[in-house]
């Protein structure tokens, strides 16, 4: 039988309801707490202040607020300093527990997506190190790369179906005297930001109603183990993931649509790196020139560390062709670090980013010349040996602007 | 031959590649199959197309998802060595063709294909990854992908005259930043324990990862398992 149009648009006009008992997929959390139960592995707990949030088809995934670990990305920490700094410096304002570790490594996705000079057993004996990292500090592992969180949840797929790959992941883990630890949850930053939107709006100082923002939800964020990303039904119906909209939202930012939201940023791994015609084709006339070109935005945000700098860096060229670019891009945290008063120097870092980023500070009438002369100073002490660096007691403190 | 609109058929084999012999490349394809992950990448394909419709490569190159689900499910085994020897490179690895209904990986099955190709040394993967080497030595020692004192100009002219910014100043803006493993440094993403990385070296040789390098760049093969055998036997 057909399906009218009118049905269809019926359909589609009700809010998106989701039953977990009818999801499509397992919960791979019940088989996680089962392979606990023989001792195979050790499930690491969630600490007791977290929120609940729903999943792509309704169950509930837990977000810790503090307690937590933080699993820094070798792009963010590289290229994007200010991202991770951001990030921090939320916590630092609401007195939140973190751990910035020292006894981590990158999840060496990027290489294994870009050369394959690595294997299945590899990438899962560096997660589970990491995490067992995690866990013998008691504290609760966040995970700051969008690839490292994607990347990591195929692995927990891989690690419960297969026992031969726990095995010997087991074995290597044993060498170190470390044991195979799952978290309960795999948990994005972007989701902390998440849950702690409202908070942020509650202590924001600038006014950021006048902003249109476009947003780009990360690839490896929610299509790679798509049932593990945040939904909600008050964001586009529940029909796309909620993570980083929200945010924008909560803080006044007039979020615009645009029609290739699905579409990856063309970091590519390889290509950002060795091949970026395609990357810098990809990010400027699939994104960044058709949010131009159909809602002309001051900004646009996402959530992870390739996106930002492919969205960022690649505008360069385009612009030297004349093309319709010219939109800065953030992460998440920088735009609710800068809301709450960040400075946008010595927290949000804004000279790492390449595409002017001036014209997004004057419209929310920040000086920032004010602030590049404060952090040049800085500079010019460090300079002259007589500060050794920033540390958190001259970050720390918000910017009231004028 | 390379591929041109006119020779480009994805519904047929074309044998592409003569000069390799059919029981290679169907050793080589059989490889890729008994990979454990290979049945949880590949159900069947209904040739709907909804992959190549969110493909970023399938926009810039002749590449498509749909094919290797399809000549993979036909083991097809002269189409399957076209795409490893070729079109595996093209793979963005964004994972948009996740959105097959039928719940095919096609970017899983790239990752698969790719660790073959590079675990029997394809000559085509050698020249692919020859630029990429440098990376490979940095993720392999340091434990993470990328370092701020890549940042060059002459590495990243089409990034921009700011990135002589970020070069000239490297040593004082690292110093500027407030984050407690980041300030600094500037050779790595973060300051890593030594014992970390030992671990991760651990890691690196246990798994066989060392032996694949070996395989694909024996000159860097000797650079990397010079420093880490030595760091493995002091620490």
């Keep these: 039988m057909t399906t009218t149009v009118e049905e269809i648009l019926e359909r589609k006009s009700h809010a998106v309801t989701r039953d977990a008992e009818v999801a499509p997929t397992h919960d791979i959390r019940e088989a996680l707490f089962e392979l606990e139960a023989k001792g195979e592995i050790v499930v690491q707990r969630v600490p007791e202040n977290h929120v609940e949030v729903t999943t792509k088809y309704g169950r509930t995934k837990k977000i810790p607020i503090d307690h937590t670990w933080h699993h820094k990305s070798c792009g963010q920490c590289g290229h994007i300093p200010g991202y991770t700094s951001s990030i921090y410096w939320l916590h630092r304002q609401f007195n939140l527990d973190y751990l910035d570790p020292t006894d981590q490594t990158s999840c060496t996705g990027w290489n294994y997506y870009a050369s394959a000079t690595s294997n299945a057993a590899a990438q899962a004996a560096v997660m589970s190190r990491n995490f067992a990292a995690a866990y013998e500090t008691g504290y609760f592992p966040t995970i700051h790369c969008g690839t490292s969180y994607g990347h990591y949840k195929e692995i927990r797929e891989q690690l419960v179906h297969h026992k031969e790959l726990r095995d010997e992941v087991r074995r290597i883990l044993d060498k170190m005297g470390k044991p195979l630890v799952i978290p309960e949850e795999l948990v994005h930053y972007s989701e902390w930001v998440h849950v702690m939107r409202k908070k942020f709006a509650e202590k924001q100082t600038v006014d950021m109603s006048m902003i249109r923002a476009t947003v780009h939800p990360a690839c490896h964020y929610y299509k790679i183990v798509a049932e593990d990303a945040i939904y909600d039904p008050e964001i586009y119906g529940g029909q796309r993931t909620a993570t980083v909209t929200a945010t924008l939202e909560s803080l006044g930012i007039d979020v615009a649509d645009y029609s290739t939201w699905f579409d990856c940023c063309g970091f590519g791994f390889r290509h950002v790196l060795v091949q970026r015609d395609f990357t810098r084709s990809f990010s400027t006339l699939r994104k960044i020139e058709v949010m131009k070109n159909e809602v002309n935005p001051d900004l646009t945000v996402t959530h992870d560390t390739g996106c930002v700098t492919t969205l960022d860096k690649s505008q360069f060229s385009a612009k030297a062709h004349d093309r319709n670019v010219g939109i800065p891009v953030l992460s998440d945290a920088q735009v609710a670090a800068l809301a709450m008063g960040a400075h946008p120097f010595r927290v949000v870092q804004f000279h790492w980013h390449s595409t002017d980023w001036r014209p997004f500070l004057d419209k929310l009438g920040i000086n920032w010349q004010k602030y590049w002369d404060e952090f040049q100073n800085d500079l010019e002490l460090i300079r002259a040996g007589q500060k050794s660096g920033i540390t958190w007691e001259d970050a720390d403190k918000p910017v009231v602007y004028a | ?235």
């Design chain 2, 1 to 235: 031959m390379p591929t041109t609109q006119e020779n480009w058929n994805p519904g047929k084999s074309d044998n592409r590649h003569p000069e390799v012999s059919y029981e290679e490349k169907e050793r080589l394809f059989l490889e890729v199959k008994n990979d454990p992950r290979y049945e949880d990448f590949l159900y069947g394909c209904y040739e709907c197309g909804i992959c190549v419709s969110t493909c970023p490569s399938a926009r810039f190159y002749d590449y498509s998802p749909r094919v290797i689900a399809q000549a993979m499910a036909r083991e097809d085994i002269e189409r399957v060595y076209d795409i490893i020897s070729e079109d595996i490179w093209n793979c963005a690895q964004c994972f948009s063709c996740l959105r097959c209904p039928r719940g095919n990986n096609p970017g899983g099955l790239v990752t698969l294909l790719r660790e073959v190709a590079v675990k029997n040394g394809l000559q085509e993967t050698k020249d692919v990854l020859q630029g990429y080497s440098r990376v490979i030595y940095k993720v392999m020692l340091k434990g993470n992908q990328v370092s701020p004192d890549m940042l060059q100009p002459d590495f990243f002219p089409d990034w921009g005259p700011w990135v002589g910014e970020f070069s000239k100043n490297m040593p004082v803006w690292r110093k500027a930043i407030p984050v407690d493993t980041l300030r600094g440094v500037t050779d790595a993403a973060w300051k890593t324990d030594r014992k970390t990385l030992l671990e991760l070296y651990t890691i690196w040789f246990e798994t066989g990862n060392m032996d694949i390098i070996k395989e694909i760049d024996e000159g860097l093969f000797d650079l990397l398992a010079d420093v880490m055998q030595e760091e493995l036997e002091e620490g």
